[in-house]
């Protein structure tokens, strides 16, 4: 059976079932945690920093395609090779000379793919606004 991801079973995990994800904490132990928690991901390679709301981050050893596949695509945006974003957490887009880069409610910066820049504009026109 799955352990990352509780309510999901290890065959075919459905993205509507998924709704907390199983973190190690170096304190506490493993825990569940809820996904609305979870601001964004960073991959490097072959880890996965969480970053979560209350401004802690844990590394998991798992790489960004496999929380890609199991998170709800209606929530995260895949915006860089690196980096998936919550899309409750995206205050406002911003474009530079750098290219364009998201803005969180907590106040980290993240750069948009030249890539992923049109499929993540379309997603973004699309969300309801607060």
């Known amino acids: 059976m799955n352990t990352l991801f509780t309510g999901v079973t290890a065959t075919k995990p459905t993205q509507s079932q998924v709704s907390v994800i199983r973190v190690n904490?170096?304190?506490t132990g493993w825990r569940t945690r809820p996904i609305?928690?979870?601001v964004m991901i960073r991959g490097?390679?072959?880890?996965?920093?969480l970053y979560w709301?209350?401004?802690s981050r844990q590394i998991m050893a798992y790489t960004l395609k496999h929380y890609e596949l199991k998170l709800p695509v209606s929530q995260y945006i895949r915006v860089h090779q690196n980096c998936m974003v919550n899309r409750d957490f995206i205050h406002k887009v911003q474009l530079t000379h750098k290219g364009p880069q998201l803005n969180l409610s907590t106040?980290?910066?993240v750069a948009i793919s030249r890539r992923r820049?049109?499929?993540?504009?379309?997603?973004?026109?699309v969300m309801p606004n607060p």
């Not at 820049?117 to 026109?125: E, G, H, L, P």
């Open 25 to 27: 904490d170096p304190v």
């Open 36 to 38: 609305h928690d979870l």
């Open 44 to 49: 490097v390679k072959g880890y996965s920093w």
């Open 53 to 55: 709301r209350d401004g």
């Open 107 to 109: 106040g980290e910066k």
């Open 117 to 125: 820049w049109i499929c993540v504009k379309r997603s973004i026109a």
